[in-house]
């Protein structure tokens, strides 16, 4: 594993963005994994940045996310389809078809999921995944006690995680009780692993994945079997290691 301790959170998503950028330099067909929330904004700021000065190009690259929830369409203001073409999709020129995320709206959840693993393998795996780190271990949708062997799954979301997401509703009622996620064994299939954690609220859960005992209580933790995870964090997130 590598560790980069980063100074704030605008150090951080620099660091984490110039390992996705090289990702895509060495291989401009790449397979990108992608996160939404917070932490991952900063990110796709520094992308897009580096995208308008022409330092990187996204025109052959494919990208695959973690999670949606369950029951939004692709339009809310909330739906990580949104969050996504306002945040990156729309500002960099990779091409629509070559962007993927799971259907919110599908009734059948089975054949939804069943879809998203298949097309993962049409795509030839993850090359690079980016994983935030939730305040309960929580990696993509996958929360404290889920089975470290499962692929794509729809997923009822935990008290913690809801409340955490809270602040992007409403009101906690708003928030789904379920999203799509790639499982466990889906995210420990990409070559290569990039984390991000910012802000002293992570301190306790960065170190208990990192440095504390592998176990699904804790689903981050089952990133040091990894043999390719990279952490990048600032310095609160880190301040316990």
């Known amino acids: 594993m590598r560790i980069y301790r980063a100074v704030?959170?605008?150090?951080?998503?620099?660091?984490?963005?110039?390992?996705?950028?090289?990702?895509?330099?060495?291989?401009?067909?790449?397979?990108?994994?992608?996160?939404?929330g917070s932490s991952s904004?900063?990110?796709?700021?520094?992308?897009?940045?580096?995208?308008?000065?022409?330092?990187?190009?996204?025109?052959?690259?494919?990208?695959i996310n973690l999670d949606e929830y369950a029951g939004l369409e692709k339009d809310d203001p909330n739906s990580y389809y949104r969050f996504m073409k306002?945040?990156?999709?729309?500002?960099?020129?990779?091409?629509?078809?070559?962007?993927?995320?799971?259907?919110?709206?599908?009734?059948f959840s089975e054949?939804?999921?069943?879809?998203?693993?298949?097309?993962?393998?049409?795509?030839g795996g993850i090359d690079m995944?980016?994983?935030?780190?939730?305040?309960?271990?929580?990696?993509?949708?996958?929360?404290?006690?889920?089975?470290?062997?499962?692929?794509?799954?729809?997923?009822k979301l935990?008290?913690?995680?809801?409340?955490?997401?809270?602040r992007f509703f409403g009101s906690l009622e708003e928030v789904p009780s379920r999203a799509y996620t790639m499982g466990i064994r889906s995210i420990m299939q990409a070559r290569g692993i990039l984390v991000i954690a910012n802000g002293v609220d992570k301190a306790e859960i960065l170190?208990?994945?990192?440095?504390?005992?592998?176990?699904?209580?804790?689903?981050a933790s089952v990133l040091q079997l990894h043999n390719n995870v990279t952490l990048v964090g600032d310095e609160e997130a880190m301040s316990l290691i």
């Not at 054949?111 to 795509?123: N, P, V």
């Not at 939730?134 to 889920?146: C, K, L």
């Not at 935990?158 to 809270?166: D, L, P, R, V």
């Open 86 to 107: 306002e945040n990156f999709w729309d500002h960099v020129n990779i091409k629509r078809g070559n962007t993927h995320i799971p259907d919110g709206t599908m009734a």
């Open 158 to 166: 935990s008290g913690s995680t809801i409340k955490a997401n809270m």
């Open 207 to 219: 170190k208990a994945a990192f440095f504390g005992p592998v176990t699904p209580l804790v689903p």
């Open 8 to 36: 704030d959170y605008n150090d951080m998503s620099r660091k984490a963005a110039n390992i996705l950028s090289a990702q895509v330099i060495l291989k401009p067909n790449c397979v990108l994994g992608l996160a939404t």
């Open 111 to 123: 054949m939804e999921c069943r879809r998203y693993d298949q097309l993962i393998a049409r795509c």
């Open 41 to 63: 904004l900063g990110v796709y700021r520094q992308l897009v940045n580096w995208y308008e000065k022409g330092d990187i190009d996204f025109s052959e690259v494919v990208t």
């Open 129 to 155: 995944q980016l994983l935030g780190l939730g305040r309960n271990g929580h990696i993509g949708f996958n929360e404290p006690g889920a089975a470290f062997d499962k692929d794509t799954h729809l997923v």
